[in-house]
């Protein structure tokens, strides 16, 4: 029990501070989020739009500029989220498999990783919220830092997913860019609206869409849909984890050739 928190603590602190260490991730965090919400506001009209959120049932009415900045806000938190997890899954496969021939317990080096997922998240959803108080009339802060967690935490699985998958940066760099672009895309309600999408309530970010959006421009706060959120990281993290419990496992044939080394 013992080696098996010392395992959890120690990786959680190596992966958190491998975050810091990535000046990439950091400018991602720090500079693209509040510039991709400015890009919103100055590039959208101040014309009041219709716009269909189902959590409430009926049309809601607010300036498309504000519309635009949640949606973009949800967005930007995705990207980062997923570049963020990505790349840090991605560059420590072999130091995770060393650690694993060391002896070291899988399952809580792997609970660390879902852990760093959820604090990074935690983070870049804090920092969002206030960006967008500033920047908004907000009127349930308190309900949109959730709806950006659970975006955060969903994209943070995928994060995680494709960086035991993939074979290249590259590989996934590019298909966290398309998920995020096509999920925020047809999840803006003004698109949606215009354009009458059908099966939008299957993709990731739906729940916490309709939660975000509510919460921000009007005084309801759907908490049923957030919840939709949860779902899905569930989903993504036990894959994550299955894919990291497979493919970091020691070979049957490399670790019969360490024993007869040893032995021999």
């Not at 991730?25 to 009041?48: G, H, Y």
Request: aromatic share 8%; hydrophobic share 55%; with cysteine.
């Amino acid at each position: 029990m013992r080696l098996s928190w010392t395992a959890f603590t120690e990786l959680l602190r190596c992966t958190l501070l491998g975050h810091l260490r990535n000046r990439l991730a950091l400018v991602l965090a720090v500079a693209f989020i509040p510039v991709w919400i400015a890009v919103a506001r100055l590039c959208t009209s101040d014309a009041v739009v219709r716009i269909r959120l189902d959590a409430l049932g009926a049309p809601v009415f607010a300036r498309a500029g504000q519309v635009g900045q949640v949606a973009s806000a949800l967005g930007a938190v995705t990207l980062v989220a997923g570049f963020i997890t990505f790349t840090e899954t991605f560059q420590s496969r072999q130091m995770d498999r060393r650690l694993l021939l060391a002896g070291y317990p899988r399952l809580p080096m792997l609970l660390a990783k879902l852990a760093a997922v959820a604090l990074t998240t935690a983070v870049l959803a804090s920092y969002t919220t206030i960006l967008l108080w500033i920047s908004l009339p907000v009127h349930h802060p308190g309900a949109l830092g959730p709806a950006l967690a659970g975006a955060g935490l969903v994209y943070g699985g995928i994060g995680v997913l494709l960086g035991s998958l993939v074979r290249g940066e590259l590989e996934g760099f590019f298909l966290i860019i398309m998920l995020s672009l096509v999920d925020t895309g047809l999840q803006n309600p003004v698109f949606n609206t215009l354009m009458d999408v059908a099966g939008v309530s299957a993709l990731p970010l739906y729940g916490v869409t309709q939660l975000a959006l509510s919460s921000a421009l009007t005084p309801h706060t759907p908490w049923a849909y957030g919840l939709l959120s949860l779902t899905w990281s569930a989903a993504t993290g036990l894959l994550a984890l299955l894919v990291l419990h497979s493919h970091r496992r020691p070979s049957r044939s490399r670790w019969s050739g360490m024993m007869r080394a040893r032995t021999g």
